[in-house]
């Protein structure tokens, strides 16, 4: 499977993001193969992709490791290989040495990595880089916030390795506490379902104060860049953008440029900030070194960020920084089709978008993912609620 002029890019996640990355390299022309964990994960389904089914790192590392080689072997010319999520990301760059004689890739250091996936530690670098952040505790030796933080604040997973595990348990991205017995109920609740809790004061602010900066990164430089605005965020007001717009801002581009370079990352990311209404400053929030939920945008705005990521990954670096044209949209498939069910939601935004300026969303000839995403989001509420799998109690493994 090779197109012969491009290297076949080996994508490992099968979810979401892993879907949106295919469609994104299959639009750039290359020949993509998508790894997942489940025969279930959608992104095995795309059109055009070849998907396989895995072990993931954490349960069967030596078998994924033999399944990549002998797939490697099947495939003629060059292959690319990315880890779309945390997880993945993470492996890849511990098992470097294994892997280059048959993929090249876009990796950290591993001391690096690790050191990233620890939301704590990002906070740590990014005042080192003089940007602005939240208050933020963690949990000291005696289980209490490890400094007073005003209220209200947000508890969330503290490892980003754990955040799609969080929200899948939980239904949502964080949870909010507005006084010391919410919170520590809060802390509670984390800590009972395997993970461990960041605190952080809630920013003044609605969905539309919460942006994003993409990028594909080398040694600390990024190369091609995607800023972009949460217009709406589900759950609100502290979830994943549903509805995203590229954007221009100079503070949010400097503050960005800032963090990478203190550091040195290497790969495609997605940095989040928000701007505090009381302050007026961009605040810093996290660091996914990962492919982010909407990136797909900015191909359509003008810089892919998944192809520059490619490209780099087989030794070439762009003469000069690309940066994503601002006035681009893209929906997410759920919300896209809460706004078929209702005419009337989102009017405003929808007023805006045009099949010239929105990534887009659904494609007939390509709904196998879409389809088996609504079954997979049923089984999940459903299975959230305790009302089949007998035994389910509620509590995941910390894997």
Known sequence: MNNGTKPTVFILEGNFLGLEMARELLEAGYSVVVVGHLKSDIALYTRGVKGIVLPLPQDAPDVLMAGLLKEAGEVTGDKVIIGASEGYGKWLSQNKKELSPQYKMLDCQVEEITALLD??????????????????????????????????????????????????????KVILANNDRELNNACDKTTDLGFKPLIQEVIPGVDYNQFLFGAAVKDGTPYAVCLAQKLKANPQPYGSGVVIRTIYHQEIYDAGVKFLKQINYSGICDIEFMRNWNTGEF?????????????????????????????????????????????????????????????????????????????????????????????????????????????????????
Not at 147 to 158: D, M
Request: include cysteine; glycine fraction near 6%.
């Open 119 to 172: 939301k704590w530690n990002q906070l740590q670098m990014a005042v080192s880089a003089g940007i602005a952040i939240p208050q933020s505790s963690i949990l000291d030796e005696n289980n209490e916030p490890a400094k007073n933080i005003k209220f209200p604040v947000v508890v969330k997973a503290r490892y980003s390795t754990k955040s799609m595990l969080f929200r899948d348990s939980l239904g949502e």
């Open 283 to 399: 605040q810093f929030i996290e660091f996914n070194p990962r492919y982010g939920l909407g990136q797909r945008v900015s191909q359509m705005a003008g810089v892919s960020l998944a192809e520059i990521a490619v490209e780099m990954a087989m030794g070439s670096r762009p003469s000069d920084i690309k940066i994503a044209e601002p006035g681009f949209y893209w929906v997410y498939f759920d919300e896209w089709i809460k706004e078929r069910l209702m005419p009337w939601r989102n009017s405003f935004t929808r007023s805006l978008r045009t099949p010239s300026n929105t990534a887009k969303i659904f494609d007939i000839r390509d709904c196998q993912p879409e389809l088996r995403h609504v079954r997979n989001l049923l089984l999940l509420k459903i299975k959230r609620r305790g009302n089949i799998f007998p035994g389910f109690s509620g509590k995941l493994q910390n894997n």
